[in-house]
């Protein structure tokens, strides 16, 4: 629309004819306030807030829904407007109880802030107030009827933007109420996105309500751990006699690609960090077969001393490695570098949900043809065949909805059973099981109308799941590439499970391939590693199996549950010494030889990388006394196996220049442990051994794709990387497998192991197969 | 059936058939029915459009808008289907007027909407009826399949080639209802709740089509003026004030009724004569010009009293639905201004604050004041949430209780001081319940 321009308040501006005067003033710095406006939403012009007065016009008009046109004029801060302004406000509280003293709002609450700025000093309201009893709807959303001032945000959140319309509003005038519109309880991905948008203490957390004030809190702004979506997410952790706790996940500082959006794992099931089960103290098998707390410094001599014997007996080979899908970057490449060049083997592997490799391979020499999750929320025309994204990746899901209904995105999806974002679907198609293999012959021949509408999409995103594999995989790819050279002809992006499982896979947490898709086997590849052995290692299943033949002396497994996973019969470990890192004692902990309490992905900072290649920053939020990162225990671990760690972690003056602030070193005179420690050993005071920082330089040097904005990557941007893998790598066919690839299928209230010791995430499954077996009763 | 009143200064336009057993079609067309519509169809719509505006007919619902103009805004093309809507959601207190119509002459009401549907384009039409005259549906429908058996209604309305379809649909008991954009929610099946306007409902309307919307009366007059022509119809009124008015005269009155005047009527007349005078020959003390949402007037506002939309309106009140309010001087104004505000307390949608906090809070000063326990600043804090409320609600309704609040607190203040210091109310009066603080 062309611009036009306006008066407000004398000054003149500026916008596109049709914008709302709400957002042309406050693009303006012109503070419009309001309840009900909330950006994205349906408009409601229910709370008034926003009256303001258009000249020549009788009464006073609502910002919110006036749209601007050439030559209008404006008044939006007349003693009139105050005065309209203040009474809102005392209306409002007059059935309002102000018992903000003990409400969770208190402090943050937008009613609390209105009155503060624009409302009357005192109350006119002398009458008895309305009350009516608290409600509980779920485990995890509480309604205080009192409280609320009816802006109707929960309402349009849950139905426009969450495609779920689980609420509704009962009774009229006064008496009105916002009501689960299936009863009394909530049938509903228990996202508590209503929680999120209530300006009030309405809607209330069942994790966070009665738990703090906010002030209390510190706010740590860091990445979800649960799905391979990556919602940024803020943490408010307070002090414990333990280090630190969490006490709520939100993202209302819309930061990130999420914007507020988070789902219920993101919001809720953080829980799982101070279960009662966690692993807070280093456990050592004794001489009886007992695992047996011991003390850091004895369970990482006990595991090094083990791993240097059995490496200097009978080889690397000797030795598997097995990683995670929710560690760092940062911890991943370490923990393949130290199995290459500290263990010398090439066993290692991850339990892969998706087939990178095969995605690596498809894309191979060619440039900007992955979608970000920002390419995904502005495309014109998505393709998304297999996965089912409002279970297992809740932010596409909700990326894909606002992409629809506010920019008329065309999706299409193909699927071999109904999903729910069909509703969003511009065309369907539904697929035979197991037919995925033949998706790209079929978009192909052309002749469905779905098919041709695909074909006259100028520009198109393809989001497939990972019923793609190896072959179906390349095929897809290789049918979209089809579409033409330009960047916007065709991107892809492929579903993947948890936080880091991209990571892992970019990371090079494979037997054949090492960081960033390079196989091992390529002449020259990582020259600087030392010790690099040149042929691949072991698969998982190949690991397990000569474990079982007495041919694995040892096993180190890095935030996995393999014995769980493979369901493996745990006495096939009993002649393999197993070192695990955990934060539970999982079936594999439990029958490991030193089990070594891990930090969480809350717990500790450095990079993880989505499923759809976008890098983000994690920063340590919660702390708990007796656990360490994987980082840090790596770099322990090989200290302890007498390697000099600067060769591990390039901290010193050839590596990482970065001065992080953390130490003014041991020159300034005061006692500084630390810094003396480093100085001794010739180590660079500025950076910490332990700081996983100390190899993004190397990462970013080595890794291709890797090489990335690294000042946008501080400021808390995502930043997209894709990988850049060789033409034509060859990978070695039994290793990289597709059937290696076991995806998790995690749903929106389970998260792998994590979920299972997260109180809140069961409760919520409980909860919602209650409403369905209701449902299904009805 | 209501008894049918009578009065000679009355111009029976509207009312011409009532009591005449117009519900029956042969009747009807006796009486001259659907002879308009077929004039209709021979004239075309321009021509209807241009006698509508010249026959100063303006909306009987209450906010007086001029009803050929309203039909002009109609776009010509349009994508989506056009409507034409009845709104028959007679709500207001004190009005009574349109339940008769439907009673004695539905078939009006129909060849209204045939001759708005010629005019605009719009081959459906929904006749909406107040949830609470649920005996008057059946009369409706039995009107309506009647007109559909002669052909008057179908896909081929009196062989012209014309379509006209006409469904029938009651409301579920909300007065918010009676507002146009909410009515077309409710007949959506949704919540009756007022829709953000523009877009107006002539552009965007029922199903997102161009609709007009009318009231039950301002439909009904259709066919009389082009009947007898719209410059008889005007001559009927006052100036921009064509034809008559059912007039409901209600409250203290020897003669209540409805009676229909030519707009313009002198409303102290309207009391004195038509209305047989204050009952018991007692004193007149206020009155309400045009249903309970209309500011009280006083006697002595009423002396040269034209009731047509610009007078009553330079009075400082409206002319509104036309039910007139007869209160006696035996009336207790508190009382009375606790009665108005309860009604809108209770319909009150919700949906915008100032309407949903406002009209509750005033419903709870007045039952407290009235009781004797009100205090000498609820006086000033009536009249200022009141003030506080008009002109900044979503809709009417904010407005609708907000200004005859004012009008008693304003006029009658010093009535509201006499219930101050815990004195009974001066009007209580032996076996006649009074309102306590619930």
């Known amino acids: ?778 | 059936m209501p008894r049918l009143v009578s009065h000679p200064d009355e111009v029976k336009i509207v009312s011409s058939r009532f009591g005449k057993g117009a519900a029956n079609i042969d009747r009807y067309l006796e009486l001259g029915g659907y002879e308009a519509v077929r004039k209709c169809l021979a004239q075309g719509p321009e021509w209807i459009i241009e006698e509508m505006k010249a026959s100063g007919l303006r909306g009987r619902g209450g906010a007086g808008f001029s009803t050929g103009m309203k039909w002009s805004f109609v776009p010509k093309q349009s994508a989506k289907p056009k409507y034409i809507l009845v709104n028959g959601d007679e709500s207001e207190p004190g009005t009574c007027k349109d339940h008769l119509i439907f009673l004695h002459d539905p078939h009006s009401i129909i060849e209204g909407a045939i001759i708005a549907g010629l005019a605009v384009g719009a081959k459906m039409g929904f006749i909406y009826l107040r949830g609470e005259y649920r005996y008057l549906i059946e009369i409706m429908e039995r009107a309506v399949a009647d007109a559909y058996e002669r052909g008057f209604l179908g896909k081929n309305i009196f062989g012209s080639g014309n379509e006209f379809q006409v469904i029938t649909q009651t409301g579920a008991g909300a007065y918010e209802v009676g507002e146009e954009s909410a009515l077309m929610e409710s007949l959506e099946g949704k919540r009756g709740v007022p829709r953000i306007r523009p877009p107006f409902p002539a552009v965007v309307g029922l199903y997102g089509g161009p609709t007009v919307i009318n009231n039950a009366e301002t439909m009904a007059n259709v066919p009389h003026i082009i009947r007898m022509g719209a410059a008889a119809y005007a001559a009927v009124g006052t100036p921009r004030n064509g034809g008559t008015r059912l007039f409901g005269i209600s409250g203290h009155v020897e003669r209540p009724g409805v009676y229909e005047l030519p707009m313009g009527y002198n409303l102290k007349k309207m009391i004195y004569e038509v209305g047989g005078g204050v009952r018991g020959g007692r004193k007149l003390k206020a009155v309400v010009p045009g249903g309970s949402s209309t500011p009280v007037l006083l006697p002595e506002e009423i002396e040269n009293l034209g009731m047509d939309f610009d007078q009553v309106g330079k009075a400082g009140s409206m002319l509104g639905s036309g039910g007139v309010v007869v209160i006696d001087d035996r009336t207790c104004m508190v009382e009375f201004a606790l009665r108005t505000i309860s009604f809108y307390q209770h319909e009150s949608c919700g949906w915008c604050i100032p309407c949903r906090e406002g009209t509750d809070w005033l419903k709870k000063s007045l039952t407290r004041f009235h009781a004797g326990f009100g205090t000498a600043s609820d006086i000033d804090n009536i009249q200022y949430l009141a003030e506080n409320m008009l002109g900044r609600t979503f809709c009417p309704l904010g407005d609708a209780a907000a200004m005859p609040t004012l009008g008693f607190v304003k006029k009658f203040r010093q009535e509201f001081e006499d219930h101050l210091n815990g004195k009974p109310c001066p009007y209580a009066r032996e076996g006649v319940p009074q309102l306590t603080v619930v």
């Open chain 1, 1 to 778: 629309m062309a611009d036009v321009t306006f008066i407000v308040d004398g000054k003149k501006l500026t916008a596109p004819a049709g914008t709302l005067l709400i957002d042309a003033c406050r693009k303006a710095g012109i503070e419009i306030p309001a309840f009900c406006y909330y950006p994205g939403l349906s408009l409601q012009a229910a709370c008034r807030m926003c009256l303001v007065r258009q000249e020549k016009v009788p009464k006073l008009q609502t910002a919110c829904t006036t749209t601007v046109a050439e030559g209008q004029i404006f008044y939006t801060s007349t003693p009139e407007i105050e005065q309209a302004r203040k009474a809102m406000i005392e209306l409002l509280l007059g059935n309002h109880p102000l018992d903000c003293p003990v409400c969770d709002a208190g402090g943050e609450c937008e009613l609390q802030d209105m009155t503060f700025k624009y409302g009357a000093g005192e109350s006119r309201m002398v009458d008895v107030k309305r009350h009516r009893d608290e409600q509980q709807w779920s485990p995890a959303v509480f309604y205080d009827r009192p409280r609320c001032i009816l802006c109707y945000r929960c309402i349009r959140m849950c139905g426009e933007g969450m495609d779920v319309w689980a609420l509704g509003i009962h009774n009229r005038g006064a008496n009105s109420v916002i009501v689960p519109n299936d009863g009394h309880q909530l049938d509903c991905e228990q996202c508590g996105m209503c929680i999120d948008v209530c300006p009030v203490g309405a809607l209330t957390s069942g994790t966070y309500r009665y738990k703090t004030r906010p002030w209390e809190m510190s706010h740590v702004s860091t990445v979800c751990t649960h799905c391979g979506d990556g919602c940024k997410v803020t943490l408010g952790v307070r002090s414990t006699a333990e280090g630190a706790e969490i006490v709520r996940a939100d993202n209302r500082d819309k930061s990130g690609i999420n914007g507020d959006f988070l789902c219920a794992k993101g919001r809720f099931s953080f829980d799982f960090v101070a279960s009662a089960d966690r692993l807070t103290e280093p456990l050592v098998r004794n001489a009886q077969g007992k695992l047996e707390p011991a003390t850091w410094e004895h369970a990482i001599r006990v595991a090094a001393r083990k791993l240097k014997e059995i490496r200097d007996a009978r080889g690397g080979s000797a030795i598997g490695v097995i990683g995670s899908n929710r560690t760092t970057n940062e911890e991943n490449y370490l923990l393949q570098k130290f199995a290459r060049t500290v263990l010398t083997t090439n066993n290692i592997d991850h339990a892969r949900s998706t087939d990178y490799a095969a995605f690596a391979r498809a894309l191979a020499g060619t440039e900007g043809k992955t979608a970000s999750l920002r390419d995904i929320a502005a495309a014109s025309a998505i393709l998304l065949v297999g996965g089912n994204p409002t279970e297992e990746h809740p932010l596409l899901a909700w990326l894909l909805r606002t992409n629809v209904r506010l920019n008329r995105a065309k999706l299409y999806v193909a699927n071999s059973q109904p999903i729910k974002l069909d509703r969003q679907a511009k065309a369907t198609q539904r697929l035979p099981v197991g037919s995925y293999k033949d998706l790209a012959a079929f978009l192909v021949q052309g002749e469905s109308d779905f098919s041709k509408a695909l074909a006259a999409e100028e520009s198109l995103v393809v989001i497939f799941g990972e019923e793609f594999r190896g072959d179906a995989a390349e095929n897809l790819v290789a049918w979209g590439l089809k579409r033409g050279p330009n960047p916007d002809s065709v991107r892809f992006a492929y579903l993947g499970d948890y936080a880091n499982s991209r990571g892992a896979a970019d990371m090079g947490l494979f037997p054949d391939l090492l960081p960033g898709y390079v196989p091992v086997t390529a002449p020259g590849a990582f020259a600087e590693y030392a010790n690099l052995p040149a042929t691949p290692g072991k698969s998982m299943p190949q690991m397990l199996e000569a474990a079982a033949k007495g041919e694995l002396g040892a096993l180190l497994v890095v935030g996995a549950d393999t014995v769980s996973r493979s369901s493996l019969d745990s006495a096939a470990l009993k002649n393999t010494f197993v070192v695990v890192q955990d934060l539970f004692l999982t079936e594999t902990a439990a029958v490991a030889d030193v089990v070594l309490p891990a930090a969480s992905l809350y717990e500790k900072s450095g990079t993880v990388t989505n499923t759809y290649g976008d890098i983000q920053m994690v920063r340590k939020a919660a702390d708990r006394a007796g656990v360490k990162p994987d980082f840090e225990i790596l770099v322990r671990l090989a200290g302890a196996m007498g390697v000099d760690v600067a060769t591990l972690v390039p901290f010193s003056k050839r590596g990482t220049t970065g001065d992080l602030g953390q130490s003014r070193g041991a020159q300034a005179g005061e006692a500084d442990r630390h810094a003396v420690w480093l100085e001794a050993n010739g180590l660079e005071p500025k950076l910490s051994p332990f700081d996983p920082l100390a190899v993004f330089d190397e990462i970013a040097r080595l890794v291709p794709g890797y090489t990335v904005d690294r000042i946008n990557l501080f400021a808390g941007n995502d930043v997209h990387t894709e990988p850049r893998a060789t033409p034509g790598f060859v990978p070695v066919g039994a290793i990289q497998s597709p059937s290696l690839v076991v995806p998790a299928h995690d749903t929106l209230f389970t998260s792998g192991t994590l979920g299972c010791y997260s109180t809140t995430l069961r409760q919520l499954e409980e909860h919602q197969s209650k409403e369905l077996a209701k449902a299904a009763a009805d």
